[in-house]
């Protein structure tokens, strides 16, 4: 039977590379995102495994509807992803409120949400498992990203409760932390692709932790550039 993933901001960076790996895994994926962005080329090698769920997930009426949308399709889930973020720079005392509004939407609530949704689930299967892609803000603050890291940080902690929550249910839960990885984030930057990561690290990381869900749980993962920070 095909297992099957939602990853929420799957259409472009860290999300499409999982999106990618989890079809090339012979998953049924669900791609949440504002667009297609870049799975149109996905869509092409693996038409009848990927669907495409159109939602703004910083709004939570949209975060509802998608998970409705998904409900009504499915009756099982082995993999959630909450990998959908923004990072938007400021100073706590500078930043304006929407910022802030914006980012814990979109980093935590978003996530929140949709781990209430599918959970029940999840629980059915005895054998599934979420993934919070948190960032290296989750345990280091960061000059000039304060919602930011503030956000992330939540994140972090929202994992270690569903961790405490769930693992008598059979769902495993992981943080991944990636520190710089090549992403739109850092469009613009003049650093060469070699001070990042690929985005492959990321969804091999959470490969790993997936393929060894039998007899562990990757609790946190955190990967750093070769050549450290950024």
């Known amino acids: 039977m095909q297992k099957i993933a939602i990853v929420t901001g799957g259409s472009k ?7 990618e790996k989890l079809l090339k895994e012979d998953f ?29 997930l910083s709004i939570k009426t ?24 923004v990072f938007m720079p400021g100073k706590l005392s500078e930043e304006r409120d929407h910022d802030y509004e914006l980012q814990m939407a979109l980093n935590v609530s978003a996530a929140y949400y949709m781990s209430k949704a ?21 345990i280091t603050a960061y000059e000039n990203g304060a919602s930011y890291c503030i956000s992330k940080h939540a994140l972090l902690g929202m994992s270690k409760v569903l961790r405490k929550e769930l693992m008598e249910d059979g769902i495993a839960v992981s943080a991944i932390l990636p520190g710089a990885t090549l992403t739109d984030s850092w469009a613009g930057s ?30 946190e993962i955190l990967l750093r550039p070769r050549l450290g920070d950024i």
């Open 13 to 19: 960076g860290i999300g499409i590379s999982i999106v």
């Open 28 to 56: 049924h994926v669900f791609a949440i995102s504002r667009s297609k962005g870049e799975l149109g080329r996905l869509f092409d090698i693996f038409p009848e495994s990927l669907e495409l769920v159109v939602a703004d």
């Open 62 to 85: 949209e975060v509802y509807k998608a998970i409705d949308t998904i409900k009504g399709k499915i009756n099982r889930l082995d993999i959630l992803v909450n990998n959908a973020g």
């Open 118 to 138: 599918f959970i029940p689930m999840m629980k059915l299967g005895k054998d599934a498992y979420i993934f919070n892609i948190c960032s290296t803000a989750s």
């Open 190 to 219: 003049d650093l060469p692709e070699s001070r990042f990561m690929k985005t492959s690290s990321i969804s091999e990381a959470m490969w790993f932790a997936w393929a060894n869900r039998d007899n562990c749980v990757l609790e």
